[in-house]
């Protein structure tokens, strides 16, 4: 191969625009002219993008998806021990009523832990006995107190300062419909909570007597 001709290059690159479109196949030429373009070659369909993560991540083990449930327990903890808190370094003077109804401070024993667990709740009387509602805010699942008090039915309750042992037992389906009525007379929240639930809202009866808890497990 013999040596480039001088000024070689230089003419390709200075050459008329129109010689590099012949060139190039007419291509420019084609889409100037209005030329449909290329057909795309057949083949499978292509997938639109959608919201997730990367292709190929996958989820590391033991990490829940964040729900509505999970945050409203999370924040419902801390309400509680605020609440409880407040109830008892006042003696209940600050406190004790809650969305138009009466709470009480109702104590348990952590069915896995052992350890004592209080909860305030809203209650009606119903002669000497209290009786709550296992809404859990509106929380598909069970409370814990309640599932606690149905491993042991010994617990413990706290109304103006004074701490009761009680003895807790499901209301009966004679008495459901009155008592309901009448904690909807408190606070209305509990239709909108049992409509929002799957299953149905206990009503437990909290009774004077019987021993109060073990002491608490320290350590």
């Known amino acids: 191969m013999g040596p480039a001709r001088p000024g070689g290059l230089r003419r390709r690159l200075h050459a008329p625009r129109g010689a590099r479109d ?12 209005g030329a449909p373009p290329a057909r795309r070659q057949p083949g499978p369909p292509r997938r639109r993008p959608v919201h997730g993560p990367p292709r190929g991540a996958a989820r590391r083990p033991g990490v829940r998806p964040v729900t509505r449930d999970a ?16 109830l008892r370094r006042t003696g209940g003077r600050v406190g004790a009523r809650w969305l138009g109804g009466d709470v009480v401070l ?3 024993r952590g069915r896995v832990s052992g350890r004592e667990r209080t909860t305030p709740v809203l209650f009606v009387r119903d002669g000497e ?14 409370p814990q107190w309640w599932l606690n008090l149905r491993a042991d039915p010994r617990g413990a309750v706290e109304v103006g300062g004074r701490r ?11 008495d459901r419909q009155r008592l309901w009525d009448a904690l909807m007379g408190r606070c209305d929240a509990y239709d909108g909570y049992q409509a929002r ?12 007597g019987g021993t109060p808890p073990p002491p608490a497990i320290t350590g």
Do not use: K
């Not at 012949?22 to 002219?33: F, K, T, V, Y």
């Not at 999370?74 to 407040?86: D, E």
């Not at 006995?129 to 509106?138: M, P, R, T």
């Open 22 to 33: 012949a060139r190039l196949g007419g291509e420019r030429s084609d889409r100037r002219a």
């Open 71 to 86: 945050v409203l327990t999370l924040v419902s903890r801390h309400v509680a021990r605020l609440h409880t808190r407040v």
């Open 106 to 108: 109702l104590t348990t």
């Open 129 to 142: 006995d209290l009786v709550v509602a296992a809404s859990n805010g509106g929380i598909d699942a069970e």
């Open 164 to 174: 009761t042992a009680v003895v807790a037992s499901a209301v009966a389906d004679t």
């Open 197 to 208: 639930v799957s299953r149905r809202i206990a009503l437990v009866r909290l009774s004077p």
